[in-house]
């Protein structure tokens, strides 16, 4: 077994992990980034809508086009790589000294690395922890299995489709659905509102007349050897399904858009301490974990719903990774926890130091009109006319805002309050 | 024409497969087992418990070959799955009471193991029982512990058993469903199926769910009905802080037949069943339900000390088991028609009965049809499983990768499965005669989408590797029981046309 050195292993060759690859070599670190499949770019790659890149590029570009240009960069600076390399395990030896094993088809390759960039982004949940009942046909798949189906392998998974979740996915995959002939019948959401972003609504189930049923809910798939039906119902403010409303959908195909997780399988096992609200793991501002020297970016550290904020994430870490090299750990003593106050679900990064600029990323629990989102103890008010849970927070915290904190203050509060 | 006896085995499950394991043994037969389903052991001997009981729970005096063959079949799947190398363990059984009422109940169980002569179940209480299993629910006050309780992983079981089988002789039908067995001059013929008439001399009907249809084509015991008992699961993550150390099982009363949690040899957490009597009508109703669900979640809190969350539930399913009247299984050589045999209504304790069923089955046939067995000198117990990366230490992982490039492509990334395993499972497939090689078979013979994700990351790259290895396109790939895809993208437009 061949045995490596690097200054840092970005682990995932999506948006984030690219950025960061770029980003630490930039700074001058001998960088190595790992991708498990056959070609860098991860999902964007099979994304044939735009809407990427308006933040970044200040251009509105496809997600191929979008990857494509990061691609260009990496290729230009001669970012190392290795594909089809499967990170099998990480060994902490020490809190400068990591073991990542890979495997390969050349063998499995050692790779001895002073700090860790987790990029491996999220998986989509399926029918089964959704509670879904009912029959196990042929016929169910999640969003971003029929896009890889339809965009990457040109293949048409069925005819007649019922989707499950109106995440941003879903609502994409509505549309190419439709433009490819097949019939969408339905989008089905449990909650009173969307889960995806207004604009995808909009373009992508209005613009084709496709049903979006807030407040309704699959309680039961139906078919023998495929899909045959849905049974639809509405549900109560508990979102128990009310009875008498059930009703049918015939259909041979269900897609499920039912939210992403972050899939941290290889740093679960090396004691990575978890936020319950993001799925993803406690990180100060760096985005480094519990663990030193491992830090976490893109959709494995939160669910983003910009391609634009994955890639911010994946410099950040690897101007993380910088500063843990030149400082043999990340300087900062005085952290101050970013705790989650009124109508905050979650909140990225977990803790600040007040020493520098950071950006911070939230979504609320419920959707609100004209409300402030704020954090009182900096003085920190911002005007928005509504807040939405698909919709990620972002605002930048100016070092300078940390001045009026006491130095004995521990702790800021981010809440959304109304006007 | 030679002087073996054709005999047509009907059923590719538990059953079926272990009587084909050990006639193979016998230089006397040519064997046929035959399966409705795309792949062996698609009915109960997939969707259930996977325990290996002891066989404490049967009353001998009215189930005397339930009695007998649970405790020798518990003995011999020791073997078998050293044998056949199918995953096993036997963390033994801990029937649980939190109450008088119960631990009344349990004690009859003792009464029970001393009858069929189970080793070493006895009470426990308090101090051993939280010895035996540091994660029992606070209520539990003690169990029936049962030292030979074991869990096996019964799908595998199933595929090893039909591989060993077929490297010995034994041929393999699948997609091909039994219409009736064919009698003539009191003697069978063999039977009728939608791919065309099979010649037999001996017909054994291991049909499960649909035995009772086949024993009434055959013209006996007409009055023998089959009806479905549903039993619904739900199986968990690995990574869940809590599991069962040993079987749990919560005490059986007249009211609830009792539910299991279990880790099952996979790592994950298994609860489950419930028993729900469908009506005769119901065989392909495997649905799960809320109520069904909720009922299970509900009752495994009884045994552990603190439940998993719904949250890491990786699937819930049902499965349909055969219930004969009065809970007897019918197993039976007949002279009129010569020929016929019934191992019929196998319900549980079946699968670990399976092994001595078969042997039991053999030596009726022998006396009934006065044969007598000749032992192959050439017949090899053994089958290797597949080679797995999965838990193998890297220094072995790198030597696997240097014979065979294929082990260094990981294609699973919750179970580690690399396209050397999907290889290896479709070549074994192809050579043990199923006809169609399906998404599902090959999930269960590699662990590939087993994990938490289900499959979302893996199902299209191991469709892949099958549409390039078969040479069809990727939209052809039979997953359970249909394809993939209905066609490329353009299919919709050019129907449009048309």
């Known amino acids: 077994m061949k045995t490596l050195e690097y200054d840092t292993v970005v682990i995932g060759g999506g948006p984030a992990g690219i950025a960061a690859a770029i980003k630490a070599t930039e700074l001058g670190l001998k960088t190595i980034l790992i991708e498990n499949r056959d070609l860098l770019g991860g999902i964007p790659l099979q994304c044939v809508h735009t809407g990427f890149g308006l933040h970044y590029f200040k251009e509105d570009l496809t997600g191929t086009q979008f990857v494509t240009r990061l691609l260009d960069k990496l290729e230009k600076l001669r970012v190392e790589y290795l594909l089809k390399a499967h990170v099998h395990s990480i060994e902490y030896l020490d809190y400068d000294k990591k073991l990542v094993n890979v495997v390969t088809p050349q063998g499995v390759v050692r790779i001895l690395t002073k700090t860790i960039i987790y990029t491996t982004g999220a998986r989509e949940r399926h029918l089964y922890e959704i509670g879904v009942v009912g029959d196990r046909p042929d016929g169910i798949y999640t969003a971003g299995e029929a896009q890889t189906l339809m965009d990457i392998y040109g293949i048409m998974p069925g005819r007649e489709v019922v989707i499950i979740g109106s995440g941003d996915v879903g609502l994409i995959m509505a549309r190419r659905f439709a433009l490819e002939g097949a019939k969408v019948k339905a989008v089905i959401e449990i909650l009173p509102y969307p889960g995806g972003l207004m604009r995808n609504v909009m373009q992508c189930l209005r613009d084709y007349n496709i049903p979006l049923l807030l407040g309704h809910t699959v309680v039961k798939v139906v078919g023998k050897k495929r899909v045959e039906k849905v049974i639809v119902a509405k549900v109560d403010e508990n979102f128990k399904p009310i009875e008498g409303t059930e009703f049918e959908i015939p259909c041979d195909t269900v897609v499920l858009s039912v939210g992403l997780r972050p899939y941290l399988k290889v740093l679960e096992k090396l004691g990575i301490h978890i936020d319950p609200a993001t799925g993803g793991p406690v990180v100060n501002e760096y985005l480094e974990t519990n663990i030193p020297g491992v830090f976490v970016a893109g959709n494995a550290l939160v669910v983003n719903d910009l391609v634009d904020y994955a890639v911010e994430q994946g410099e950040l870490a690897a101007e993380g990774a910088k500063v843990f090299i030149e400082n043999k750990g990340i300087p900062t003593k005085n952290w101050k926890l970013v705790e989650k106050g009124r109508n905050i679900r979650l909140v990225v990064p977990h803790a600040v130091s007040g020493e520098r600029d950071v950006i911070i990323y939230a979504r609320v629990a419920n959707p609100e009109r004209n409300v402030y989102v704020q954090i009182p103890e900096l003085g920190f008010r911002l005007f928005s006319y509504g807040v939405r849970p698909a919709e990620m927070i972002w605002f930048k915290l100016r070092k300078d805002m940390f001045s009026k904190l006491g130095a004995d203050v521990n702790k800021i509060t981010l809440e959304v309050k109304p006007r | ?498």
């Open chain 2, 1 to 498: 024409m030679s002087d073996k006896y054709r005999v047509v085995i009907v059923g590719a499950g538990v059953v079926g497969s272990s009587i084909a394991r050990v006639l193979s043994m016998y230089e006397n037969f040519d064997i046929t087992l035959v399966e409705k389903e795309p792949d062996v052991g698609w009915g109960a001997s997939k969707a259930n418990t996977s325990i290996v009981h002891p066989g404490h729970e049967e009353e001998p005096d009215v189930h005397p070959l339930r009695a007998k063959l649970c405790v020798k079949g518990n003995e011999m799947w020791r073997t078998w799955a050293k044998e056949l190398e199918i995953p096993v363990t036997f963390p033994g059984e801990l029937m649980v009471f939190t109450n008088d009422e119960e631990e009344k109940k349990a004690r009859e169980y003792i009464k029970l193991a001393r009858l069929n002569n189970v080793p070493g179940v006895r009470i426990i209480y308090q101090e051993e029982l939280r010895v035996l299993e540091p994660n029992i629910a606070r209520e539990a006050k003690g169990a029936v512990y049962a030292p030979t309780g074991g869990l096996i992983s019964p799908f595998e079981a199933v595929i090893a058993v039909v591989e060993n089988a077929v490297e010995n002789g034994v041929k393999l039908m699948t997609e091909t469903e039994v219409l009736g067995v064919k009698v003539s001059e009191g003697r069978v013929k063999g039977v009728e199926t939608n791919r065309g008439f099979i010649e037999a001399d001996i017909v054994i009907n291991a049909a499960g769910l649909y035995s009772d249809k086949i024993t009434h084509s055959a013209g006996v015991e007409l009055n023998f009905q089959v009806k479905p008992r549903k039993g619904e699961y739900l199986l968990f993550d690995e990574d869940i802080p809590v599991k069962p150390t040993r079987v749990l099982h919560t005490t059986p009363t007249p009211i609830t037949k009792g539910v299991y949690a279990i880790t099952t040899v996979h790592g994950n957490v298994l609860i489950g069943p419930t028993a729900e009597d469908l009506p005769i009508e119901a065989k392909g109703d495997a649905s799960t339900s809320v109520k069904g669900l909720d009922y299970v979640y509900q009752e495994a809190s009884k045994l552990l000390r603190e439940m998993p969350p719904r949250s890491r539930v990786i699937r819930t399913f049902a499965g349909l088991r055969p219930e004969p009247p009065g809970g007897h299984w019918l197993i039976k050589a007949y002279s009129d028609p010569w020929g016929f045999v019934n191992a019929a209504g196998i319900r549980s304790p079946g699968f670990t009965s399976a092994p001595a069923i078969a042997e039991y089955v053999a030596n009726l046939i022998s006396e009934t049809f006065d044969i007598k067995l000749v032992k192959k000198t050439n017949w090899n117990p053994y089958r290797r499983d597949i080679t797995r990366l999965n838990n193998r230490p890297l220094s072995e992982i790198d030597e696997l990768i240097k014979k065979n490039p294929a082990y260094g492509e990981i294609v699973c990334y919750c179970k580690t499965v690399s396209k050397a395993e999907i290889l290896e499972a479709v070549d074994r497939m192809i050579k043990t005669g199923i006809k169609t090689i399906t998404l599902d078979g090959l999930k269960f013979r590699t662990y590939a989408g087993f994990g938490m994700c289900q499959g979302a990351f893996c199902r299209w790259r191991i469709a892949k590797i099958v549409s390039e290895k078969l040479g069809v396109p990727l939209y052809d790939v039979t997953v359970k029981r249909t394809k993939y895809g209905i066609g490329d993208v353009k299919t919709l437009w050019v129907e449009r046309k048309g």
